[in-house]
């Protein structure tokens, strides 16, 4: 009897301090998709709602008499000129004195029309992994078939008949060129073998557990809460993820004493369990419901040419917080406090604890991630856009040794202010294409060689995108016309037979002008 009592003590403390590393993990991933604006109205509420938690004067003389960004020094490998300290001479600037007198107001490059809707964000973070090119097309058509609350909504089935019967099965967006089912094909078509239903569940599993957010493109409640308790470093045997699997339904009744005797354990375990699957989110895509209007952005990094030499700088203006020392000593004077002022004390000290830690994991993560960066991308900073070199989610991960998803939370709704003007950070990411050669090229420079073609064509006869994909080919770089189609779209260049029409259209009027001008 005592043995069993002694487990179950052992098994609930175990639950108990896991619980408290989910809480900290969970508000450490809040944090790191946070921007610097988002950042500073957090900090300003949770000074407001958590009385031991207070702004430090230094901080608060910084913000009063002085710019809030701060040059940093990295720490890392590498050519550490790269990033300026202490000492640097780097001028320090905030986000108004970066701009001339009166640029503010007409700074084009300082403006968003909206976030990303959850589709978007899916699809760039599939076009910087390093999936092939046909897992690439099954995870479009994984992603054009995910509804807005991130779930998908046609079986393995569905994705392999489409995937088989070509894309002029799908129902296309033009702006995303992501494949939805609407028009399945008929039950002559091809059908997926096992092969193929393996290799869409492979690419499936990855788009879940891999991408931002966690848990996305799942098919129904219970494999979107399980991934993320997965997520989270529970293991399929814990009381956790055999409720989510087992138990999901008969939460609703809250009978405690039944769920806990299905799982064989006591009811206060299934209660514990079950505030950890209530931070879970049953909607992924939640976060990209509501668009906000357009509005000006402030960069959360600045990159400076100084001399011959680049530095990064990270924009601080937020708030720096500490713990109250007064509440801390309150707190040590046990035997004067009421039982409600020691646990109201104590729980919030421990929230402020936990705060100030994922501040610090944050920044730290940040710190690497922007560092590797800027450090792959040195040619973009000196020379524009078209120097951009291939860079991919993992890339990053594996050099600074963190998820991929991380790099994917940290990297996303950010803003870099660099010598070419203000940017997305995640724009500085760009697929790999292989040349002829077997040296690899960005996406970028694939476009802009696009760009460049399509500049030079006759008039009279527009280069098709088969013709496109041909000179590329000459060049060394193979692009299927599929692709050059897809980029063209992104470039805004037109169909060449709508290129073919717009300029018809205006040697028409420019000699119809001329015959009036005669006149």
């Known amino acids: 009897m005592s043995t069993n009592l002694s487990q179950t003590t052992s098994q609930r403390q175990v639950l108990q301090q896991r619980l408290i590393l989910t809480q900290e993990l969970q508000l450490f991933l809040k944090l790191i998709q946070m921007t610097t604006l988002e950042l500073k109205d957090y900090l300003e509420e949770q000074l407001i709602e958590n009385p031991t938690l207070e702004e430090t004067e230094e901080a ?114 033009e702006d995303s060129g992501l494949e939805t089912v609407n028009n399945l094909p008929d039950d002559d078509s091809p059908k997926p073998d096992e092969e193929l239903l393996q290799k869409i569940e492979d690419v499936l599993t990855r788009i879940q557990t891999t991408f931002d957010p966690t848990g996305t493109c799942s098919r129904d409640l219970r494999e979107c809460l399980r991934i993320q308790a ?57 976060p990209y419901f509501e668009k906000d209007p357009e509005k000006y952005i402030v960069p959360d990094f600045y990159v400076y040419k100084v001399g011959n030499e680049l530095q990064v700088q990270l924009n601080r203006d937020f ?8 509440y801390r000593n309150l707190l040590k004077k046990e035997k004067t406090l009421p039982p409600e002022a020691k646990l109201f004390l104590k729980e919030k000290i ?12 944050r920044e730290a993560a ?18 524009g856009k078209d120097y951009i070199k291939p860079l991919i989610l993992k890339d990053v991960a594996q050099s600074v040794g963190v998820h991929e998803s ?61 013709d496109i994909s041909k000179i590329l080919e000459r060049r060394n770089v193979i692009v299927a016309r599929r692709t050059v189609a897809k980029y063209r779209k992104t470039l805004k260049i037109p169909s060449s037979s709508a290129r073919a029409a717009q300029k018809g259209k ?14």
């Not at 997520?231 to 339904?249: P, Q, V």
């Not at 708030?319 to 007064?326: A, D, E």
């Not at 070419?420 to 040349?435: A, C, V, Y």
Request: charge should be negative.
């Open 230 to 286: 997965l997520d989270l470093g529970y293991s399929e045997d814990c009381i956790i993820i055999k409720l989510i699997k087992d138990h999901l339904e008969d939460l609703d009744g809250k009978d405690f004493f039944e769920i806990a005797e299905g799982l064989g354990c006591s009811a206060e375990d299934v209660k514990e369990a079950l505030m950890v699957v209530s931070t879970l989110e049953p909607k992924p895509g939640r």
């Open 506 to 519: 205006k040697r028409n009027e420019s000699k119809s002008n001329d015959e009036t001008y005669k006149q």
């Open 319 to 326: 708030p720096k917080v500490r713990i109250s020392s007064y």
């Open 350 to 361: 421990e929230a402020a604890q936990r705060i100030m830690k994922c501040l610090d994991e």
């Open 406 to 466: 991380t790099v994917s939370r940290i990297t996303s709704r950010r803003y870099i202010q660099t010598p070419q003007g203000t940017i997305e950070l995640k724009s500085l990411f760009s697929r790999k294409i292989e040349t002829s050669h077997g040296k690899e090229v960005s996406f970028e420079r694939v476009k802009s060689m696009i760009r460049e073609i399509v500049a030079e064509e006759l008039p009279e006869s527009p280069y098709s995108d088969e």
């Open 366 to 383: 940040v710190k690497k991630i922007i560092a590797k960066i800027v450090d792959v991308q040195r040619d973009f900073f000196e020379h």
């Open 60 to 173: 608060k003389e910084k913000s009063e008499n002085s710019p809030s960004e701060e040059v940093i020094d990295f720490g890392i490998a590498g050519d550490s000129r790269l990033f300026g300290g202490e000492n640097s001479d780097m001028p320090h600037y905030s986000s108004r004195q970066y701009m001339d007198d009166g640029e503010e107001e007409s700074a084009w490059e300082n403006r968003i029309s909206s976030p990303d809707s959850l589709a978007e964000h899916l699809t760039w973070q599939l076009e910087v992994s390093d999936f092939t090119p046909e897992e690439k097309q099954i995870g479009s058509i994984i992603i054009g078939n995910t509804n807005e609350d991130g779930y998908l909504e046609v079986d393995v089935e569905g994705i392999g008949k489409l995937y088989l019967n070509g894309p002029e099965q799908a129902s296309p967006d």
